[in-house]
Nanobody
Framework: QVDLVESGGGLVQTGGSLRLSCVDSGRTFVVSAMGWFRQAPGKEREFVAAIAWPGENSVYADSLNGRFTISKDNANNTVYLQMNSLELEDIAIYYC?????????????????WGQGTQVTVSS
């Protein structure tokens, strides 16, 4: 049973940093790809970052301009999203997702398993 739990969201001022974590406590897949997505109010869920098994390769949304970093701790089945230089445009609920496989997947429909989300709010 897949059980993804995100944490680390909160309120931060513009230019600040947050580190999101996502634990797959179900430890469902021996080999898994994981990704981060976000959904702002009134907008569709969009891709943020993805990381391939075992964690050496990653891909990011172009709009991030290098401000975010995704990483993976396979021993603890945890994926992280380090977010720096946060902007008002980053306000959203952030979701992690997982699927079996070794590739990098950027589409919402490519992930069958999702966490409940964690809110990130940026104030000016």
């Amino acid at each position: 049973q897949v059980d993804l739990v995100e944490s680390g969201g909160g309120l931060v001022q513009t230019g600040g940093s947050l580190r999101l974590s996502c634990v797959d406590s179900g430890r469902t897949f021996v080999v898994s790809a994981m990704g981060w997505f976000r959904q702002a109010p009134g907008k569709e869920r969009e891709f943020v970052a993805a990381i391939a098994w075992p964690g050496e390769n990653s891909v990011y949304a172009d709009s991030l301009n290098g401000r975010f970093t995704i990483s993976k701790d396979n021993a603890n089945n945890t994926v992280y999203l380090q977010m720096n230089s946060l902007e008002l445009e980053d306000i959203a609920i952030y979701y992690c997702a997982t699927r079996p496989g070794i590739g990098m997947y950027t589409g919402v429909s490519e992930y069958p398993y999702w966490g409940q989300g964690t809110q990130v709010t940026v104030s000016s």
